[in-house]
């Protein structure tokens, strides 16, 4: 991979990263919720699952799956499933997955991590973009471990910096002394916006 290509891959995983999605919108809400620190561990979640896709790309099992109609749905399904989940709790449960409250009881490490963990994982998008996109910018006369490793690790940054961005805006708003009924807004705008993100997520297919 020359560094035209690698600048090319950066930037295009940039954008990809810091669009507004569901992984976006979780985690600034566990940083309104948890504070920046302890949603690094929901940031750590997501890349795990990234690190997974990486090593699935690497081996093919990413673009087997796509072509496996069944497991394609499997794993698409589970994601809208996931994100409704999330999406209802924030609106109606005080105590559900995804609350914007400074004053509700912190969430432990692990759920956090479990948290962005599966939202990143079950995602279909993120399975095309590990199984189509990504080879595009391998270069085939070259080693190609050390190509999957330079980009693994620039996606690992990319995703820290943006994701802990969207905690800190999170924690900072709640830390501006937000009224609680704006607070309550917050959390059925991000579960609405949950809900319609696994909405939009159903009509994802293996050709696009």
């Not at 105590?95 to 969430?107: I, Q, T, Y």
């Amino acid at each position: 991979m020359d560094f035209q290509t690698f600048l090319i891959f950066a930037l295009t995983t940039a954008v990809v990263i810091f669009s507004p999605g569901p992984t976006a919108i979780l985690m600034a809400s566990q940083g309104a919720g948890n504070g920046l620190k302890r949603t690094l561990f929901g940031v750590f979640g997501i890349t795990c699952a990234t690190m997974i896709y990486f090593a699935m790309s690497a081996t093919g099992i990413a673009s087997l799956i796509v072509a496996s109609h069944t497991l394609f749905l499997i794993i698409k399904w589970a994601g809208v499933a996931y994100l409704i989940y999330l999406g209802c709790s924030a609106i109606f449960s005080k105590s559900g997955g995804l609350v914007v409250n400074s004053e509700a009881p912190l969430r432990k490490p692990r759920t956090l991590f479990t948290h962005g963990f599966l939202i990143e994982f079950s995602n279909p998008k993120a399975l095309l973009y590990f199984s189509a996109i990504l080879p595009q910018f391998l270069d085939v006369g070259r080693p190609i471990a050390p190509q999957f490793l330079i980009m693994w690790v620039t996606a690992f940054l990319l995703q820290c910096v943006i994701y802990s961005a969207y905690a800190y805006l999170g924690e900072r708003l709640i830390q501006g002394g937000v009224k609680s009924w704006i607070v309550n807004v917050i959390n059925k705008t991000a579960g609405a916006a949950l809900i319609f993100a696994g909405i939009k997520m159903a009509s994802v297919t293996a050709n696009r």
